[in-house]
């Protein structure tokens, strides 16, 4: 049998202690076993994550030596989200590829994936914000800073961004995405996948299929990308493809947004 080209997950959001961390141990499992070529995290692994690993609870930090080992086996690679913070160099030093955007061909059909944060451009406070995060000034001063500040850092900034950037978080990209689903499309995309919405659907436009992903947690909702190019996506119980809630983005119907934090 052949194998899946790749399996796909989102916004895990993993706490300092959090109970959902088992159910990746146990995705991690079945990923291997079951061969597919690649995986993919859309980001947003942790609350927050900045910096190295010291900043991470014990909990957190064994979620990284797990994504080690299995980079050892198979490709991995960590398309930052916005809740990731100059994380570059450890995702590297874990092995592991960090990139803004991936593609991949599974079958005759191009996948485009990536987290999903850059599409509404209309969110100039956030854009603005992103940039300066992830600047050169800011990596030198996280990277002078003791890890046990990097931690408070993160804290504080979980804080923040639960309760900041309300108009955008009620704003419905409608327009943005079309642009955006055009543009791919143009450069020989076919079916494109992000997360960060935390919603499940598919929507055609711009031409394009768009696949949003729902937040993993305990169920372990993933996309499996076959080998002939069919996304399905699956939970942890194991009886195969599983349907839920839809939220189809469709012009003033339905808010799927790109500002969730």
Known sequence: MERDAAWCLADPHFGREDGAIPSFHRWLDLFLRSEARHLVLLGDLFEVWVGPREALTPAQAGVLEALARTAEARPVTYLAGNRDYLVAEEVARLGISVREALRLSAGRRR?????????????????????????????????????????????????????????????EPVRELERWAEDLKAHGVDEAVVGHFHRSGTVRSGGL??????????????????????????????GGPVEVPQDLLRPGETSVNPAVP
């Open 111 to 171: 996948f485009h994936f990536e987290h999903g944060d850059l599409i509404n451009t209309s969110d100039r406070p956030y854009l603005a914000f992103r940039e300066v995060a992830r600047s050169a000034a800011a990596r030198a001063f996280v990277g002078a800073l003791p890890p046990r500040w990097a931690a408070r850092l993160g804290l504080f900034l979980e804080g923040r961004l639960s309760g900041t950037n309300r108009v955008f978080k009620r704003y």
């Open 209 to 238: 299929v768009v696949r949003f992903v729902p937040q993993f947690r305990e169920e372990g909702f993933h996309l499996r990308i076959g080998p002939g190019g069919t996304a399905r996506l699956f939970d942890l119980g194991g």
